[in-house]
């Protein structure tokens, strides 16, 4: 005879709880109410003394219904998260996850700061060099700009995260060693950030947490520009001190655009040189912008009094009446949940102007 498997115990106790129910079920003799029972001191009736016998089996049961569920929800992700899920990042390829990834490689500095707050960062055993925050992600010599195969393999990753893959070739190559590739690129607008921290939240295992974050940050954002006073105000929004910067057709363009303000790059056409042109130093003079925004802060030590500096500047009505607002490089430069102090500044300075 073939060797019968023993049952799980849980699985045993199901049994013996369904052979109580069972016998509870079966027609018994109709017996005097208990009260009358108990009146005339009789004994109970048996269909009575079965269910006392049953009681400890049902509360074990239940015990054990509560650890299995404690059991299943004591992963890293959301209760009821489930897996296999797809996601379909704009502008990228979809990708079909069939298990909660476990050894995250983030070679985006915005999507790293984005899994630490969905409450991915256990996953994460290795960031890239430019991922700067939070202070406990594992910073290695990982190049997000130029990935190597091999480098991010050593990690032994289930899940890669890059901005980028031409004709998905790192996706090919780790394809090999059972790693996912999940190709997240800068979004255009405010609504595809927002649709990112969800998208991430659901790769990860933490749906819940990535649906709040994003409803969280939009609800704040969208509050913080209609709590802003209505003002006629221009800007320039410095990326370095060879002044490349930003027009009205960028991510961060839209931020600005949130309080009403007008861009001096946008000129005659806001989506020259892809968003990101670079002016003269004469031309920025001239257009006069009430706000200078520096986000050369951190790599190239720009400031209030280096700005006075330059040639013809200290007659620019943003100089000249105070109105040069230092940024944080990183946090003005990525489209991560810190966005929302990047927007605190432009209100705060649209509120003093």
């Given at each position: 005879m073939?060797?019968?498997?023993?049952?799980?115990?849980?699985?045993?106790?199901?049994?013996?709880?369904?052979?109580?129910?069972?016998?509870?079920?079966?027609?018994?003799?109709?017996?005097?109410?208990?009260?009358?029972?108990?009146?005339?001191?009789?004994?109970?009736?048996?269909?009575?003394?079965?269910?006392?016998?049953l009681?400890?089996?049902?509360?074990?049961?239940?015990?054990?219904g509560c650890?299995?569920?404690?059991?299943?929800?004591?992963?890293?992700?959301?209760?009821?998260?489930?897996?296999p899920?797809?996601?379909?990042?704009?502008?990228?390829?979809?990708?079909t996850?069939?298990?909660?990834?476990?050894?995250?490689?983030?070679?985006?500095p915005?999507?790293?700061?984005?899994?630490?707050?969905?409450?991915?960062?256990?996953?994460?055993?290795a960031?890239?060099?430019?991922?700067?925050?939070?202070a406990?992600a594992?910073?290695?010599?990982l190049?997000?700009?130029?990935p190597?195969?091999?480098q991010?393999?050593s990690?032994?990753?289930?899940?890669?995260?890059?901005?980028?893959?031409?004709?998905?070739k790192?996706a090919?190559?780790?394809?090999?060693t059972?790693a996912?590739?999940?190709?997240?690129?800068a979004?255009?607008?405010?609504?595809d950030?927002?649709?990112?921290?969800?998208?991430?939240?659901?790769?990860?295992?933490?749906?819940d947490?990535?649906?709040?974050?994003?409803?969280?940050?939009?609800q704040?954002?969208?509050?913080?520009?209609?709590?802003?006073?209505?003002?006629d105000?221009?800007?320039?929004?410095?990326?370095?001190?060879?002044?490349?910067?930003?027009?009205?057709?960028?991510?961060?363009?839209?931020?600005y655009?949130l309080?009403?303000?007008?861009?001096?790059?946008?000129?005659?056409?806001?989506?020259?040189?892809?968003?990101?042109p670079?002016?003269?130093?004469?031309?920025?003079?001239?257009?006069?912008?009430?706000?200078?925004?520096?986000?050369?802060?951190?790599c190239?030590?720009?400031?209030?009094?280096?700005?006075?500096?330059?040639?013809?500047?200290?007659?620019?009505?943003?100089v000249?009446?105070d109105r040069?607002?230092?940024?944080?490089?990183?946090?003005?430069?990525?489209?991560?949940?810190?966005?929302?102090e990047?927007?605190?500044?432009?209100?705060?300075?649209?509120?003093e102007?």
């Open positions: 073939a060797h019968q498997p023993t049952p799980h115990p849980r699985t045993r106790l199901r049994r013996s709880v369904a052979r109580h129910v069972a016998a509870l079920r079966t027609p018994a003799p109709r017996a005097p109410a208990l009260h009358t029972q108990a009146r005339h001191g009789t004994r109970p009736p048996r269909r009575f003394v079965r269910l006392l016998a009681l400890p089996l049902l509360g074990a049961l239940a015990l054990a650890a299995q569920r404690a059991d299943e929800d004591n992963g890293d992700g959301d209760a009821g998260t489930a897996f899920v797809t996601v379909e990042p704009a502008g990228a390829p979809a990708v996850l069939d298990a909660q990834p476990q050894r995250i490689v983030s070679l985006v915005s999507v790293t700061e984005t899994l630490y707050e969905v409450g991915a960062g256990d996953q994460v055993v960031v890239d060099e430019m991922s700067t925050h939070p406990e594992p910073r290695t010599e190049s997000g700009i130029d190597d195969p091999q991010i393999a990690h032994d990753p289930d899940l890669v995260v890059v901005g980028s893959d031409a004709e998905d790192l090919g190559a780790l394809s090999k059972g996912a590739t999940l190709v997240l690129p979004p255009e607008t405010l609504r950030a927002y649709a990112q921290f969800t998208l991430v939240g659901k790769a990860t295992g933490h749906a947490a990535g649906r709040t974050l994003a409803d969280e940050t939009e704040t954002i969208t509050e913080l520009a209609e709590s802003a006073p209505d003002k105000l221009s800007y320039y929004h410095e990326v370095d001190p060879t002044y490349y910067t930003i027009t009205s057709a960028t991510f961060l363009g839209e931020v655009d309080f009403g303000l007008r861009n001096v790059a946008d000129q005659d056409d806001p989506n020259a040189m892809g968003g990101y670079q002016l003269s130093a004469e031309k920025i003079v001239e257009a006069d912008p009430d706000l200078v925004f520096l986000a050369d802060t951190k190239c030590g720009q400031n209030a009094d280096t700005v006075a500096e330059r040639p013809g500047w200290d007659t620019m009505t943003a000249e009446q040069v607002f230092a940024l944080d490089d990183d946090i003005a430069s990525r489209w991560s949940p810190r966005l929302v990047f927007v605190r500044v432009v209100a705060d300075a649209v509120a102007a």
